[in-house]
């Protein structure tokens, strides 16, 4: 069985509640998830700083720190796992407190195994959906889309130019080109282009061509060097260059750091070897 690349943190204090839910997770994995333990709030915290965790499952009562406060310190982290708070109390308070943590299950000790498996599954079908959207945020651009979205007020030569831009982002797109598409002067359309959008018409298509790519990465298989001739760069090395400048990322990293289907991404050697 192939593990899905998901994590799983338990934290309690307690010996026997610990390995007692380890044990189940593990026969129910069969190998699919990589179960982990921690005795106490900071040496999870640990776990947390040095490792990509999906789902937290902590005890809510221990020494030193609560489960509520392990669960606020992991918020502070790139990646904020879904958790699953157990008690050995049915309490009110503790109960509103973790809601407004963002917990997604409260279990009660003895926690049976058929509970724990169905909050747990619960929990990770969460997860999965929390990663689609945080991938979908990482994928749009506030710049463009906000120009996309007030399309509908800029002159028709705008409107005509960005729907030519949006048809051939693998083409040549230099201003004389589409300015003479629309039949406007090069220097009258360039002022325009900016007056009304807010972003010159240049970086415009730059930022059209990264968001694109940016789709390829997510939604294909492609290597690096289709994309970067899809999005219309002659050399991937140029197009790696201006992807790390507006994502601070490369576009490998950016495959990996986003990629929310359980799979290995494919590791290209665009990057390294130029």
Known sequence: MIPSGKTILIVDDEPLTRDGIRKSLEAWSIGRYTILTSISGSEALEVLRTR????????????????LQLVEGARSFGHKPVAIIISGHPDFEYAQTAIELGVVNYLLKPVQKKRLLEAVEQALRIEEERGR??????????LLMQAKTEEKIYSAPVRQAMQYVEEHLQEPLGMSEVAGHIHLNPSYF??????QTGITFSEYVTRS???K????????RL???????QVGYQTSKYFIKLFKEYEGTSPNQ???LTAQDGKTPIEDPTETSK
């Not at 979908?136 to 506030?142: F, G, I, L, N, S």
């Not at 940016?214 to 294909?220: A, M, S």
């Open 190 to 195: 360039s002022a325009l282009f900016k007056e």
């Open 254 to 256: 950016y495959r990996k």
């Open 133 to 142: 959207v945080e991938a979908m945020e990482k994928m749009v651009d506030p």
């Open 213 to 220: 790519a940016k789709e390829l990465l997510l939604q294909t």
């Open 223 to 229: 290597t690096i060097a289709d994309i970067s001739e």
């Open 52 to 67: 990509h965790v999906h789902l937290l499952i902590t005890d809510i009562r221990m020494p030193e720190m609560s489960g």
């Open 209 to 211: 061509r990264i968001q």
